[in-house]
């Protein structure tokens, strides 16, 4: 599983390790990691106001994530005695194969797996189920969420991941620091994985 974010070109992706892993298993950090991400740099103050939470709690996650280099601190700039932090270029990857075989690896990645598709899921519910209404008609027609099942191989499957990725990459790359007039950040999501095979049995017996 790929979370790539501010990435100008298919820059190279990082593998999570345990401790990284573990880092991200907390709701509060994730949701730090991903405002980095969409909002750009940040305070412990500024995302303190934004989370509804005290900036010593929002400090504290910061150095969490920092201390597994998920974050970094903005070279040169502060604003008094706040640190700025941001997020590195790149994309994170959540594989599996990197903690086989170590049952603490792969309890952490369960939980920080499980906790990122919780917040996708939430955030596309929370936008489709309440949100969309109160947007303009221009944007909601820019919102769509689709789904389809396709009969392919193994070998064809990661041939479309490959297409979608670099036409994600591609989009990134021209549009991922955008700023000015009508410009919002804009999730675009893609979720490939083969579905669970429910003929087996019955072909099986026949």
């Given amino acids: 599983m790929a979370e790539n974010e ?9 593998v999570l390790d345990i401790g990284a892993l573990r880092a991200l298993s907390h709701p509060l950090r994730v949701q730090i990691f991903d405002i980095l991400a ?4 940040q305070t412990a103050s500024t995302l303190a106001e934004m989370l509804g939470e005290s900036s010593g709690a929002t400090s504290y996650h910061l150095r969490s994530l920092a201390s597994h280099d998920l974050i970094r601190e903005v070279e040169g700039d ?5 640190r700025w932090w941001e997020r590195p270029v790149g994309g994170v990857v959540y594989d ?4 086989q075989g170590s049952p603490a690896g792969e309890a952490a990645l369960q939980v920080a797996v499980a906790e990122a598709l919780r917040r996708r899921h939430e955030e596309l519910m929370e936008f489709f189920t309440s949100r969309i209404d109160k947007e303009t008609a221009e944007w909601a ?5 689709m789904t389809t099942g396709i009969s392919m191989t193994a070998a064809q499957t990661v041939e479309l991941s490959e297409k979608i990725e670099a036409l994600m990459d591609e989009a990134t790359e021209k549009y991922g620091n955008q700023k000015g007039a009508g410009v919002r950040r804009v999730s675009v999501r893609a979720d490939i994985f083969p579905l669970k095979n429910l003929t087996t049995k019955k072909e099986s017996a026949s």
Avoid: F
């Avoid at 501010?6 to 990082?14: C, D, G, L, N």
């Avoid at 969409?38 to 740099?41: C, D, S, V």
């Avoid at 027609?141 to 969420?145: E, H, Q, R």
């Fill in 38 to 41: 969409q909002e750009g740099p």
């Fill in 6 to 14: 501010k990435t100008p070109t298919a820059a190279e992706r990082r």
């Fill in 78 to 82: 502060r604003s008094g005695r706040e």
């Fill in 96 to 99: 599996s194969r990197a903690v």
């Fill in 141 to 145: 027609d820019t919102s769509k969420s």
